[in-house]
């Protein structure tokens, strides 16, 4: 049987490469959005739209991806938002939502599907960090914040979790050639790469081969860990 993964965030740049990845694997694929569908055509693939900061929505999408497909194997929290500017500068609002969005919506959906992959005894949560969490970023406070919090939430749940099976980690993206890094202005885009030692962006496939290994049986003895995939940013 199959396994099912949660993708939350799938219709963005990087989430659309993800989707792409794991189809072809045969996995059967739930896909979160929040305003723009996934385009789909998969017959083991379903779509689900919900608002991750708003509790009362998630736990009604548990519910609907556990009654398609009997249950969740795996949630790969790929969702995320970056209000930046000067921390001086920064709007509560802009905070509150960047927080909600990359802290508290992950933290609502792993709430939720816990009690199902407890209960089949088995599962795999993997959140998608930042470089940013680990070195900071001139603009960031609120996203780097957000993504330094989810490494402590996922050595929490790895602790709470590794009786039942259940393996929770983490993988702090540098800068890839998907996803935010289109909001960037080209030129900045060539300036970021001076930086990084191997001299480019990754590509999505790097990051899929990495977590289908994390997901995988093979890997059920590596919890609660940082994997950092920057090409060298951080070390």
């Known amino acids: 049987m199959n396994k ?21 694997k045969g996995y059967n694929l739930a896909l979160h959005y929040l305003n723009n569908p996934p385009v789909t055509k998969g017959e083991n693939i379903k779509t689900y739209q ?35 500017g000067m921390s001086w500068k920064t709007a509560e609002a802009d905070w509150s939502e960047t927080l909600a969005v990359n802290l508290t919506g992950p933290f609502l959906v792993s709430k ?23 070195t900071g970023f001139i603009g960031t406070a609120a996203y780097a ?23 929770v ?19 900045m885009r060539e300036q970021l790469k001076t930086n990084i030692p191997m001299g480019e962006l990754g590509d999505p496939d790097q990051l899929g081969a990495l977590i289908d290994y994390l997901i995988s049986d093979q890997a059920k003895y590596l919890t609660g860990q940082t994997l950092n995939l920057n090409g060298g940013l951080y070390a």
């Open 4 to 24: 099912t993964i949660l993708i939350i965030g799938s219709s963005g740049g990087l989430g659309t490469e993800l989707v792409n990845f794991f189809e072809e």
């Open 50 to 84: 919900a608002d991750i900061t708003i509790e009362a929505q998630v736990e009604a999408l548990i519910s609907k991806v556990v009654a398609d497909f009997g249950t969740i194997d795996i949630v790969l929290h790929n969702a995320g938002v970056s209000k930046n």
């Open 112 to 134: 939720h599907a816990i009690p199902h992959m407890r209960s089949a005894n088995f599962g795999r949560i993997l959140f998608m960090s930042s470089v940013v969490a680990q």
């Open 145 to 167: 914040a957000s993504k330094a919090g989810l490494l402590g939430l996922t050595k929490t749940l790895s602790k709470e979790l590794a009786n039942k099976n259940i393996t």
């Open 169 to 187: 980690n983490a993988v702090a993206l540098g800068y890839f050639n998907a996803g935010m890094i289109n909001d960037v202005p080209l030129e």
